[in-house]
């Protein structure tokens, strides 16, 4: 079965320091992940995705994302938060070949950065 | 920003009516899909489409049913509406059978089902 697990309801950071967005993920071939970005009262905005290569993608507004392939989980982070990244974050897969079709998304986990 | 539009943005209903949601996009993607987003449940998807007149359903799929007849239209229907189906509904568009591209969204809209 496709899961993907945010284990942090909300994650709370000061300005400057670096943040880290936790997320784990199972599915029967190979995973397809995504982060993504809302706002209040907006749509999700794509980050970064990682299908293959490089572990350490580097996506939109200075975030990146690492994937551990023995672990599970693609962890979003970021060296030094700004208040406006405050915001709510979705991780997703995408399990190809045999499931492809589908997005399958966390529960999301509430950036709190505070000044 | 991708050209995706849903509509209505807001729409207030009463219990047992139905309501049709319009997404409408200018990408020529394949893919198209709904999501209902919830406090706690994060997106569940609904159905989704990977053609015109195919389509699928999703883990939530109960009380709502979808039609695809062109490329550019995903219509979702509540048959009857219900108190909850109260949330926010986002339309979702991907292109590529390999799975490697993302999915872009629209603004959403909230339903209220009084």
């Known amino acids: 079965a496709q899961s993907v697990a945010q284990p942090e309801d909300q994650v709370n950071v000061a300005e400057g320091n670096p943040l880290t967005v936790k997320c784990t993920y199972s599915v029967s071939g190979n995973p397809y992940l995504f982060w993504y970005v809302q706002y209040p009262n907006r749509g999700l905005q794509f980050l970064l995705k990682y299908i293959t290569g490089d572990n350490l993608v580097k996506g939109s507004y200075g975030f990146e994302a690492e994937f551990n392939k023995s672990q599970t989980s693609f962890h979003l982070k970021k060296p030094s938060a700004l208040v406006s990244d405050s915001a709510l974050y979705f991780c997703a897969v995408r399990d190809a070949p045999y499931n492809f079709n589908k997005f399958y998304f966390g529960s999301g986990t509430k950036l709190n950065v505070k000044p | 920003d991708a050209g995706i539009t849903q509509s209505p943005r807001h729409k207030v209903t009463e219990t047992g009516t139905p309501v049709t949601l319009r997404c409408h996009q200018t990408?020529?993607?394949?893919?198209m899909y709904w999501y209902r987003q919830d406090p706690g449940h994060g997106l569940r998807l609904i159905h989704y489409s990977y053609g015109v007149k195919d389509t699928d359903k999703g883990e939530v799929s109960d009380g709502y049913s979808v039609s695809r007849s062109k490329t550019e239209d995903f219509l979702l229907t509540l048959e009857s509406a219900t108190s909850s189906q109260t949330s926010v509904y986002f339309c979702?568009?991907?292109?590529?059978?390999?799975?490697?591209?993302?999915?872009?969204f629209g603004q959403g809209t909230r339903l209220t089902v009084v």
């Open positions: 979702a568009i991907s292109e590529s059978r390999t799975g490697g591209t993302e999915a872009f």
């Open positions: 990408e020529n993607h394949r893919y």
